[in-house]
């Protein structure tokens, strides 16, 4: 059984940083892709980020150049380090594991956290 637990999240204002991290249990998580999405109140759920250790890492255009993806197999934990924060960034985040590909579609991945409440004050 697969777990993911986030954490990281809080009220910041504009401008400000954060770093969420998702622990993940389980004996395969150097071999899966994982992502970050968000929603926000009444929206659909976005892809925000992925890493996967051939591929790379790729972001959304809203978040490219400030929020930075990565991982530690070791501790089995993905990072999003996010960085001058917006007040449209308000979010609930997910972190996701996708056991087979990378991909910017939520549909792809097999695991979920529950999310973390990441809130942006103007």
């Known amino acids: 059984q697969v777990q993911l637990v986030e954490s990281g999240g809080g009220l910041v204002q504009a401008g400000g940083s954060l770093r969420l991290s998702c622990s993940v249990s389980g004996r395969f998580f150097g071999s899966y892709a994982m992502g970050w999405f968000r929603q926000a109140p009444g929206k659909e759920r976005e892809f925000v980020a992925a890493?996967?250790?051939?591929?790379?890492?790729m972001y959304a255009d809203s978040v490219k150049g400030r929020f930075t993806i990565s991982r530690d197999n070791a501790k089995t934990t993905a990072y999003l380090q996010m960085n001058s924060l917006k007040p449209e960034d308000t979010a609930v985040y997910y972190c996701?594991?996708?056991?087979?590909?990378?991909?910017?579609?939520?549909?792809?991945?097999?695991?979920w956290g529950q999310g973390t409440q990441v809130t942006v004050s103007s």
């Open positions: 890493i996967q250790w051939l591929r790379g890492t």
């Open positions: 996701a594991a996708d056991k087979t590909s990378w991909s910017r579609a939520a549909t792809s991945y097999d695991y």
